[in-house]
């Protein structure tokens, strides 16, 4: 039986990032967790465990790094994905130092730029209009794939 995957995700806003995650899923095997909906804590029978959010100034979500901090098992295979307003920055350094603790070793990280109407952005009608594109969607499946 392959490696048993889970991606724990945080997508409220705009769904930018579930869009990805339901690409990925319906190309292949994973569970998918989402830690606004009361989710399970044993991650431990999985193999690979991957990190999903949009960026919040300029960090994961903090219920997806409450979660992550609480309830990551040590050890384990992570990989990341992110969408994001702001098409420049890679904003992965707060999942990164949470997987680092926990002796985990990271497969890969992949990030696009996604509807972003977060403070500000809200003032001009938001950023980002149309993303994630079908192109960036496909590359997330495809990045998972290569993991």
């Known amino acids: 039986m392959g490696?048993?995957?889970?991606?724990?995700?945080?997508?409220?806003?705009?769904?930018n990032t579930k869009k990805l995650l339901d690409a990925i899923a319906a190309a292949n095997d994973v569970t998918l967790i989402d830690v606004t909906q009361k989710p399970t804590t044993d991650l431990s029978g999985f193999d690979r465990i991957g990190f999903a959010s949009g960026i919040y100034y300029s960090s994961f979500a903090k219920p997806l790094l409450n979660y992550a901090g609480a309830y990551l098992p040590e050890g384990k295979e992570v990989f990341f994905l992110s969408t994001q307003g702001n098409p420049v920055g890679r904003y992965f350094g707060s999942i990164r130092k949470i997987a680092k603790e926990k002796n985990c070793r990271e497969l890969g990280c992949y990030t696009c730029q996604g509807f972003d109407t977060f403070g500000p952005f809200k003032l001009v009608g938001g950023i980002s209009k149309g993303h994630p594109t079908e192109k960036e969607i496909t590359a997330a499946v495809s990045f998972y794939q290569s993991l």
């Open 3 to 15: 490696n048993r995957t889970a991606i724990v995700y945080y997508s409220t806003h705009h769904g």
